[in-house]
């Protein structure tokens, strides 16, 4: 593992969201938010790039709305900031929560989420089990009267894989399954449905990864799916950047991928009883003498 290039992007995630946080509110363009974040990481380093598109996702949407080329959807209610910078596919995680309409349920949703967070980094080390990692969370989030996503983790982080090897259950799962050396995400959900804590599949999301590199018939699709391999590998990418690239032409041409096999396009996930969630997430790297280091805060 590049320690440098870790430890690098986790300065630079800090940065981002020292710079972003006090400029989000209510009303203002999630599309203007994504593209603060996105240029703003490129401009610290111009070797870093987004590890993936800005998640900004609103109340119940727990995770992978990224607004589209042309979105006019406005910042409102409960809303995540999930984003991850990447140096040479060595990964920095990390997300916040917001909340827009000065709500009191939103505010305890957000701790609960931010102190589960503390009490799972303060949990991890190498040879814990990631059972007791999640039993903390659960234990945490359960106090203060809510409860975790139990179908989202945090996860394993390799190079130019963001989700990779070990997932970190936000619940006491019984894994005997242990932490060793490496780089971990920790991203704790809690939401307020007292009936559910699960996510289901919503809209599309523009959101992609490459799972096939078989050419296609189309000269534009083998020429988009050429730049995507060279640009993105197997890190995820949306049709806003192909967009920016390509030109609307481009959105034909996912689609033609995607029925072709060679591209996944994830789902928005959403809490089944349309209950808000919160995400709190910061990443860990545990390196081959077990320290611990905390790249994002």
Not at 164 to 175: D, F, H, Q, V
Not at 213 to 229: F, G, H, N, Q, T
Not at 245 to 272: I, M, P, R
């Amino acid at each position: 593992m590049d320690k440098e290039k870790i430890l690098e992007a986790g300065k630079i995630a800090k940065q981002v969201r020292e710079f972003i946080r006090p400029k989000i509110r209510a009303g203002q363009p999630l599309l203007e938010i994504a593209e603060l974040i996105e240029n703003k990481i490129s401009e610290l380093n111009k070797n870093a790039k987004p590890a993936f598109p800005t998640n900004l996702s609103t109340n119940e949407i727990a995770a992978h709305y990224t607004p589209a080329y042309d979105d006019k959807t406005l910042a409102h209610g409960l809303l995540k900031v999930d984003f991850g910078v990447h140096i040479d596919g060595w990964i920095s995680d990390q997300a916040f929560s917001v909340d827009l309409e000065n709500s009191p349920e939103n505010k305890k949703l957000i701790t609960a989420s931010e102190k589960a967070l503390e009490k799972a980094i303060e949990k991890i080390n190498s040879g814990i089990s990631v059972s007791e990692i999640g039993k903390s969370i659960q234990k945490e989030i359960s106090s203060l009267g809510f409860n975790p996503i139990v179908n989202l983790s945090g996860h394993e982080i390799k190079q130019h894989d963001l989700h990779a090897g070990l997932t970190i259950p936000n619940y006491e799962n019984n894994s005997t399954e242990k932490i060793s050396s490496g780089l971990y995400a920790i991203e704790p959900f809690a939401t307020s449905s007292s009936s559910s804590g699960k996510v289901r599949d919503g809209q599309p999301s523009g959101i992609y990864n490459v799972q096939d590199s078989k050419p296609p018939r189309s000269p534009l699709a083998r020429e988009i799916l050429d730049y995507v391999l060279e640009e993105y590998y197997t890190l995820p990418f949306c049709s806003r950047w192909l967009v920016k690239k390509f030109g609307t032409k481009a959105l034909l041409v996912l689609k033609q991928l995607e029925q072709n096999g060679n591209l996944h396009q994830y789902s928005q996930l959403v809490e089944y009883s349309k209950s808000p969630v919160a995400q709190s997430e910061h990443t860990v790297f545990i390196d081959d003498k077990g320290e611990k280091i905390i790249t994002t805060l």
